[in-house]
């Protein structure tokens, strides 16, 4: 495979795994609890390439730990985010907001720059989240459930891009992105345990004892996908790795309807397809 189409086809991957992921997360009920058996599988996933991977270099451990907070960050924003709205709502709002979150961010941390064909690229995603998101309930409760399900939505979306940007600088100080991807998963799954534990009290044994089977299978989706992922931001720039990971919104919206049964509609395909196709702009208009 050429060394132009490999990050591309680890993003696609990485897509289907994601939105995977996320479906599994809300298709538990319990988001939280299922959050954090996705976030635990990942880490023993991880555990049998420990002895394989060089030790992170002392002078990266800083970049590690700013990860580490960006992430807990992210994941909290996402948890209130699939809480409180259908994942057809939410899913394409956060995960489609994300590039041009990670173009900002990337632009002043990172030093990459857009193309012209690129911004058009990320002004036809973000019109196409705008009509995706509008409300499709007259019932004036839905209409304000479905604008706090936004803003959580809207704030996973800036915790993308800011994990993206943060991974991606970590990722390449290290001596190989697997170190990386490796130490991440060993680490992350201690913030949201935390919260669950805190939150769920006495309850944990029983929440997770429902939530185990499809946050192994969780886990180990997210572990390929995020691995493939952060390989894929030492080939090119982030803000590019992003954009064609978030045609996920598709494969989410796919899932959703025959996992989940929540309906999306005509608009809502039509706007999909938009937000797709100004995504693939973001990457062949580099």
Same mark, same amino acid.
Not at 202 to 229: C, D, F, H, N, P
């Given at each position: ?157 800036? =915790?993308?891009?800011? *994990? @993206?940007?943060?991974? !991606?600088? %970590? $990722? ?6 697997? #170190?990386? &991807? +490796? ?43 995020? =691995?493939?992922?952060? *390989? @894929?931001?030492?080939? !090119?720039? %982030? $803000? ?6 978030? #045609?996920? &919104? +598709? ?36």
């Amino acid at each position: 495979m050429s060394s132009a189409l490999l990050p591309v086809a680890l993003c696609l991957f990485s897509a289907v795994t994601v939105a995977l992921t996320n479906v599994l997360v809300k298709r538990g009920g319990d988001v939280l609890t299922a959050r954090m058996t996705v976030a635990v599988a990942m880490a023993i996933s991880v555990l049998p390439f420990v002895p394989f991977v060089p030790l992170p270099p002392r002078e990266t451990w800083h970049l590690i730990a700013v990860s580490m907070v960006v992430h807990w960050a992210y994941q909290f924003c996402l948890v209130r985010a699939l809480h409180r709205g259908d994942l057809s709502l939410v899913f394409p709002v956060m995960r489609g907001l994300a590039p041009l979150a990670t173009a900002c961010f990337a632009t002043f941390i990172l030093h990459e720059r857009l193309t012209l064909v690129q911004i058009l690229g990320l002004l036809a995603a973000s019109l196409a989240i705008i009509v995706f998101a509008l409300p499709t309930a007259s019932d004036p409760s839905r209409r304000s459930l479905d604008r706090r399900a936004l803003v959580w939505a809207a704030l996973t979306a800036l =915790g993308v891009g800011m *994990y @993206a940007v943060a991974d !991606t600088k %970590a $990722a390449r100080a290290m001596p190989s992105p697997m #170190t990386f &991807v +490796v130490w991440l998963f060993l680490i992350d799954w201690i913030g949201v345990t935390v919260v669950a534990l805190w939150q769920r009290h006495g309850r944990i044994y029983e929440a997770v004892r429902l939530q185990w089977k499809a946050g192994l299978i969780g886990g180990m989706a997210g572990t390929l996908s995020y =691995g493939m992922a952060i *390989y @894929a931001y030492t080939l !090119t720039d %982030a $803000a590019i790795v992003t954009a064609l990971r978030e #045609t996920s &919104v +598709v494969f989410a919206a796919i899932m959703g309807a025959i996992l989940l049964k929540e309906g999306f509609g005509r608009r809502r395909v039509i706007a999909a397809a938009v937000l797709a196709a100004g995504l693939v702009m973001m990457q062949v208009g580099a």
